[in-house]
C-alpha cells in the first residue's frame, strides 16, 4: 500500500493563501520503486485504441525524432495508478473540506527536447462546464529542475479567480506576477488551485522530467471523469484514434 500522504492545518493555511501546497516526500523510496515502474510500465505499453491516451510531439532538440507527449486517462486501465489517485484522493479531500471525486489525469513526460506549457489556470481549458472548483496534485517522477522544465507557480492570485476560458494568460494579465520556479524531487507533491497561474519552460536538457497530475472536484459537485473525456474525445482524441490530415489543435 503507497503511503497516504497528509496535510496539516498549516499547511491548509498557506494553501488557501497562497493558491499552491509543496509537500517534500511525501512518498517514500519504496513507494517511488512503483510509481516509476507502473509509469515506465504505461510508456513501453503498445497503443491501443479504447486505452489509455497518449499523445506525442515533436522533439525541439531533433524534430525528426517523435516523443511521448503525455499519457492520460490511466485510472480505468491501471491498478497501480488507480490505487495512487485514491491515495491522494485523502489529502485533497482535506483541502477542499469535503470527498474529493477524481476529475482527470496524466502523466506529462517532457522528455528531453520535450515543449512547456505557456502560462495559464487550469479552469481555462473549459473546466467550468462540469463543476466550479478543482485541485490538482502533482506527484514529482523524475527529479525537475531549472534545466528540465520545472513548474513554475504564482502566488495569492488564485484569489482572482478565472482571468477567461481557452486562451492562455497575456503579458497584460501576468503584468503583477511573478513566476517562482518550483524545482521538485522524487517523492515530494505540489497541490495547486485551478486558478493558480503557472508555467513550464522547455526541456533542452538531457533528463527527462516526468510528473504524474492528478485533478479532483467534490463530490458533491458529481463524478465528471467519463463526461470530460467524452467530450475531450471529440476534439482532441488521441494519437491512435486521429483522422488523418485533420488538424487539432491544443489551446490551454
Ligand atoms: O507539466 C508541466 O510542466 C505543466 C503542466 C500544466 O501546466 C498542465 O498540464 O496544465
Redesign the pocket.
Known amino acids: 500500500m503507497l503511503t497516504i500522504p497528509s496535510v496539516s492545518t498549516e499547511q491548509i493555511d498557506d494553501f488557501n493563501k497562497n493558491g499552491f501546497l509543496v509537500i517534500r516526500n511525501a512518498f517514500n523510496d519504496d513507494d517511488m520503486i512503483r510509481i516509476k515502474s507502473w509509469t515506465s510500465e504505461l510508456e513501453n505499453t503498445p497503443e491501443e485504441s479504447g486505452k489509455q491516451w497518449l499523445y506525442h510531439e515533436k522533439s525541439k532538440l531533433n524534430p525528426e525524432t517523435q516523443l511521448i507527449n503525455r499519457i492520460e486517462k490511466i485510472s480505468p486501465f491501471h491498478d497501480g495508478f488507480a490505487e495512487l489517485s485514491k491515495v491522494l484522493a485523502k489529502p485533497t479531500a482535506t483541502l477542499l473540506d469535503e470527498e474529493a471525486v477524481l476529475f482527470k489525469e496524466?502523466i506529462?513526460f517532457?522528455m528531453p527536447g520535450g515543449d512547456?506549457?505557456k502560462p495559464?489556470q487550469?479552469s481555462q481549458a473549459g473546466w467550468e462546464d462540469y463543476a466550479r472548483y478543482f485541485i490538482s496534485v502533482m506527484v514529482c517522477i523524475d527529479e525537475a529542475t531549472i534545466e528540465n522544465?520545472c513548474?513554475q507557480m504564482v502566488s495569492g492570485f488564485q484569489q482572482k479567480g478565472l482571468y477567461r476560458e481557452w486562451e492562455p494568460l497575456t503579458d497584460e494579465d501576468m503584468a503583477d506576477m511573478e513566476f517562482i520556479h518550483c524545482p521538485t524531487k522524487p517523492g515530494d507533491i505540489v497541490f495547486f488551485d485551478c486558478y493558480t497561474p503557472?508555467?513550464?519552460e522547455p526541456n533542452m536538457s538531457n533528463k527527462i522530467r516526468r510528473?504524474y497530475?492528478a485533478t479532483y472536484n467534490k463530490l458533491s459537485e458529481g463524478d465528471h471523469l467519463e463526461k470530460y473525456y467524452a467530450d475531450k474525445y471529440k476534439t482532441f482524441p488521441p494519437d491512435i484514434d486521429r483522422i488523418e490530415g485533420k488538424e487539432y489543435i491544443f489551446r490551454v
Open positions: 496524466k506529462n517532457k512547456g506549457f495559464h487550469d522544465g513548474l503557472h508555467a513550464s510528473l497530475f
